[in-house]
């Protein structure tokens, strides 16, 4: 079992900035990819971005690229999501994800956080 923990959101101006953490405890936490996923009401659950096990691979959604940015530090057992320049149709529950590859689909994470609420205001 892996617990994931997100923090890190708020209520924010557009244009500013937010750092969002994935905190991980369990089982070894470089053994497993690692991605975020947003959901606003009322609409789907979007792919925002995911990192490979080491941290070497990285894919953000073509929308978010030079706002978002994904990282991780396993000695700290943290991803983080960088959001820059953040817009009001950020607004979202954002969730951290783990599982055994980096991928944009969500049903092949195996652990899900409980999610962090960002709000943009205008």
């Known amino acids: 079992q892996v617990q994931l923990v997100e923090s890190g959101g708020g209520l924010v101006q557009a244009g500013g900035s937010l750092r969002l953490s994935c905190a991980a405890s369990?089982?070894?936490?470089?053994?497993?990819?690692v991605g975020w996923f947003r959901q606003a009401p009322g609409k789907e659950r979007e792919f925002v971005s995911t990192?490979?096990?080491?941290?070497?691979?990285?894919y953000t959604a073509n929308s978010l690229k030079g706002r978002f940015a994904i990282s991780r530090d396993n000695d700290k057992n943290t991803v983080y999501l960088q959001m820059n320049s953040l817009k009001p149709e950020d607004t979202a529950v954002y969730s951290c994800?783990?599982?055994?590859?980096?991928?944009?689909?969500?049903?092949?994470?195996?652990?899900w956080g409980q999610g962090t609420q960002v709000t943009v205001s205008s």
């Open positions: 369990g089982r070894t936490f470089s053994n497993y990819a």
């Open positions: 990192i490979s096990r080491s941290g070497d691979a990285t």
């Open positions: 994800a783990a599982g055994p590859t980096h991928t944009r689909l969500f049903d092949l994470y195996d652990y």
